[in-house]
């Protein structure tokens, strides 16, 4: 009983010092040989990025499929660009990829050579009380410069400002003023080219011919003015014709005239009818032998 006690003990501490090793391997980097075939891109931010992080995720649309592997700081560009290193995990693109028609990735979870020219990349702010911000990836179709250069020896997607770089951009007053300027500028180019003698002229040229099209109006049309007035009058005694008609229409559908009355008496007897040769028709289905019997005789 006592060597199986501890033999137990021996196979729970093998078990522990072989959990803790396997720990100590993945985190201390020991493992780098599983990662060697995911795929890794040079992203460019030329704007302030506070709060993306080391290890910080990197989505696709939203959806998680890497992370953030290191910065390039140094560089001496315009603007200050910070550079940064995005690791691709295969196991997580093959996780949620469809596996059937997929235009964005091939059968190993990487991307497609024709799609990468429309990947853009851009930072996203996870919250505001936070500040934690990610890279997110989109697919833009009408991005057609097949162009892919390198950086740091790694494949460059591009970048898109973010939202709230947009936002600051056209706030910024510099911008506004320049804008503004800019605007003032064409109004009075325009302003300029107005010809105010021509506009004017046009318009009374456009006055007279309205009143030159009035007066050969009024000339040409005033011959007709008899027969106009010969064929109102005709118009007129139409009128009072139908007038009269309408008069001796309403009369004789008066609900008191005679030709209401007898044209009701005849649709009541029409119903009457009808009536009773519906009983005559119900009685032949209910009995169809007594069209062959007859009524017979009465009995005493």
Same mark, same amino acid.
């Given at each position: 009983?006592?060597?199986?006690?501890?033999?137990?003990?021996?196979?729970?501490?093998?078990?522990?010092?072989?959990?803790?090793?396997?720990?100590?391997?993945?985190?201390?980097?020991?493992?780098?040989?599983?990662?060697?075939?995911?795929?890794?891109?040079?992203?460019?931010?030329?704007?302030?990025?506070?709060?993306?992080?080391?290890?910080?995720?990197?989505?696709?649309?939203?959806?998680?499929?890497?992370?953030?592997?290191?910065?390039?700081?140094?560089?001496?560009?315009?603007?200050?660009?910070?550079?940064?290193?995005?690791?691709?995990?295969?196991?997580?693109? %093959? #996780?949620?990829?469809?596996?059937?028609? +997929?235009?964005?990735? =091939?059968?190993?979870?990487? *991307? /497609?050579? &024709?799609?990468?020219?429309?990947?853009?990349?851009?930072?996203?702010?996870?919250?505001?009380?936070?500040?934690?911000?990610?890279?997110?990836?989109?697919?833009?179709?009408?991005?057609?410069?097949?162009?892919?250069?390198?950086?740091?020896?790694?494949?460059?997607?591009?970048?898109?400002?973010?939202?709230?770089?947009?936002?600051?951009?056209?706030?910024?007053?510099?911008?506004?003023?320049?804008?503004?300027?800019?605007?003032?500028?064409?109004?009075?180019?325009?302003?300029?080219?107005?010809?105010?003698?021509?506009?004017?002229?046009?318009?009374?040229?456009?006055?007279?011919?309205?009143?030159?099209?009035?007066?050969?109006?009024?000339?040409?049309?005033?011959?007709?003015?008899?027969?106009?007035?010969?064929?109102?009058?005709?118009?007129?005694?139409?009128?009072?014709? %139908? #007038?009269?008609?309408?008069?001796?229409? +309403?009369?004789?559908? =008066?609900?008191?005239?005679? *030709? /209401?009355? &007898?044209?009701?008496?005849?649709?009541?007897?029409?119903?009457?009818?009808?009536?009773?040769?519906?009983?005559?028709?119900?009685?032949?289905?209910?009995?169809?032998?007594?069209?062959?019997?007859?009524?017979?005789?009465?009995?005493?």
């Amino acid at each position: 009983m006592k060597r199986k006690g501890h033999a137990t003990l021996v196979g729970a501490f093998v078990v522990g010092a072989f959990a803790v090793f396997a720990g100590f391997v993945v985190f201390t980097g020991g493992l780098t040989s599983l990662r060697d075939k995911n795929e890794r891109f040079v992203l460019v931010f030329r704007e302030n990025i506070y709060g993306l992080k080391e290890g910080g995720k990197v989505t696709l649309n939203g959806v998680r499929i890497g992370r953030v592997e290191r910065f390039f700081l140094g560089a001496a560009e315009q603007d200050a660009p910070v550079p940064i290193l995005v690791e691709i995990d295969r196991r997580l693109v %093959l #996780r949620h990829m469809d596996e059937t028609g +997929n235009e964005l990735f =091939d059968s190993d979870g990487e *991307f /497609r050579d &024709d799609v990468l020219p429309r990947i853009q990349g851009q930072l996203v702010q996870e919250s505001f009380v936070t500040g934690i911000q990610y890279v997110n990836l989109e697919y833009h179709s009408l991005q057609v410069d097949a162009n892919m250069t390198t950086r740091h020896g790694y494949r460059q997607i591009l970048t898109q400002a973010s939202t709230m770089e947009q936002l600051s951009e056209n706030l910024d007053p510099e911008y506004i003023g320049k804008q503004l300027t800019s605007l003032l500028k064409t109004a009075n180019q325009r302003l300029e080219e107005l010809n105010v003698i021509a506009i004017k002229e046009s318009f009374q040229s456009a006055a007279l011919d309205f009143s030159s099209f009035i007066k050969k109006f009024s000339d040409d049309f005033a011959p007709l003015g008899p027969k106009l007035g010969v064929a109102s009058d005709e118009a007129t005694q139409t009128m009072a014709e %139908l #007038r009269k008609l309408s008069s001796a229409v +309403n009369k004789m559908l =008066d609900p008191s005239s005679d *030709f /209401r009355f &007898d044209f009701g008496e005849t649709l009541r007897e029409i119903s009457a009818s009808m009536k009773a040769l519906k009983t005559l028709a119900e009685l032949l289905e209910r009995n169809p032998q007594a069209i062959i019997r007859g009524r017979g005789e009465d009995q005493k």
